[in-house]
């Protein structure tokens, strides 16, 4: 039972994210009721998120809200939210893979999907782009089994493994037609394989491209490169207007050092991403199979095999990823996540504040929120 004001929530990770994780029917209807509820349940804007559940960071202010499926395709709908860290904003203009892997976890144990035995499987229709997933999980005795044996980098420890398949997506791989652009004067390949990304050579740049984050993020003058290539490239890629969104991703691509095909830093938008997202690796994945795009010379695909080792700042994320020569077609991406229930309980929001919530100001390095 849960009284006025209070709301049945679930703290998940879901891969190298964390989010509070909704059933639809708990959350108003009304996207700005709801938005403005998320906001005092994450304690944004404020860059620490001090007065609620975020950590103060995009990865994870994060938030899913999940619904038994009207479509006979799905078992559940998954609408992803980004909740900005230190600016009043919440967005639905992007999806997210990690926390997707929670999706199905969260569905059984919550009643929306019976559980199999020893693993189930849950079709999970991803709201935000309106394309499938299908996550499998180990269920033994008819129930979640959050501990297990695998690992992925960017997470301490071990945890049950999520297997997500994307069966083939209905847009276009490359969202501008062509398989190199220059965008605001840097030649790039435009990447959409779940998640619009905008590959770049690092050395275009000025960088290595083995950076460590935070060195990336301090650099001003990369910053203002990013931002107008990302301005230029939101069009051109049919997103419109991206000032203010949080799409498309920005990858970094240098040669691998670790065995993998690449190394990347992902800019998701303005912060540095500390791995790499799911959709964000599979769309590099992908780009990197498109014959003539920016990869190439730097890339080291493998000669056979649909397995691409995607090099990140804190290890490597592997993608299955086939795509069909001539018009290029993805045909099918797979990834191995882990989830883990953190908390389950009541979540007391922020009361709601009778005048606009300003942000706040703070010495700290300014963090674009959402981004
Ligand atoms: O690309 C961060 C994350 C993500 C997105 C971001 C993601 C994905 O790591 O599928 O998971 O790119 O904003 O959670």
Not at 78 to 100: H, K, S, W
């Amino acid at each position: 039972m849960t009284g006025p004001g209070e709301v049945r929530c679930t703290l998940m990770r879901g891969g190298t994210s964390k989010g509070a994780y909704f059933l639809a029917g708990d959350l108003p209807a009304e996207p700005d009721a709801r938005d403005d509820l998320l906001l005092r349940v994450m304690g944004s804007p404020d860059p620490r998120q001090t007065d609620g559940l975020g950590g103060g960071h995009p990865l994870t202010s994060k938030v899913a809200v999940v619904s038994r499926s009207a479509d006979p395709a799905a078992d559940v709908d998954y609408l992803f939210l980004q909740v900005a860290v230190d600016r009043p904003e919440v967005t639905d203009r992007q999806n997210c893979g990690n926390i997707l892997a929670g999706v199905g976890p969260f569905a059984v144990e919550r009643g929306l999907v019976p559980a199999g035995d020893p693993e189930t499987s849950v079709r999970i229709r991803m709201l935000n782009t309106g394309e499938l997933a299908v996550a499998t999980f180990p269920t033994p005795g008819g129930r979640v089994d959050h501990a297990g044996t695998a690992r992925i980098s960017g997470v301490p420890g071990t945890a049950a493994p999520v297997v997500i398949e994307f069966p083939q997506g209905a847009g276009p791989l490359l969202p501008t037609g062509n398989v190199r652009d220059v965008v605001a004067g840097t030649e790039v390949t435009c990447v959409d394989n779940g998640m619009p990304v905008v590959l770049i050579p690092a050395e275009a740049l000025g960088v290595t491209g083995y950076e460590e984050p935070g060195e990336l993020e301090a650099d001003a003058a990369l910053a203002r490169r990013l931002r107008e290539i990302r301005l230029a490239a939101g069009p051109l890629m049919g997103l419109g207007d991206v000032e203010a969104a949080t799409v498309p991703k920005l990858t970094l691509l240098a040669p691998p050092r670790d065995g993998g095909a690449v190394t990347t830093r992902t800019f998701i938008p303005v912060r540095c991403h500390t791995s790499i997202g799911v959709l964000g690796a599979a769309s590099v994945a992908a780009g990197l199979r498109a014959p003539g795009g920016v990869g190439e010379g730097i890339a080291a695909l493998p000669a056979s095999g649909d397995l691409v080792r995607v090099e990140h700042p804190t290890g490597f994320l592997d993608v299955e990823v086939r795509v069909d020569p001539g018009p290029l077609v993805v045909r099918r991406t797979a990834v191995v996540r882990t989830a883990r229930k953190i908390f389950d309980g009541t979540v007391f929001p922020r009361p709601a504040a009778t005048a606009p919530v300003p942000a706040q100001p703070s010495g700290d390095r300014h963090d674009s929120a959402a981004r």
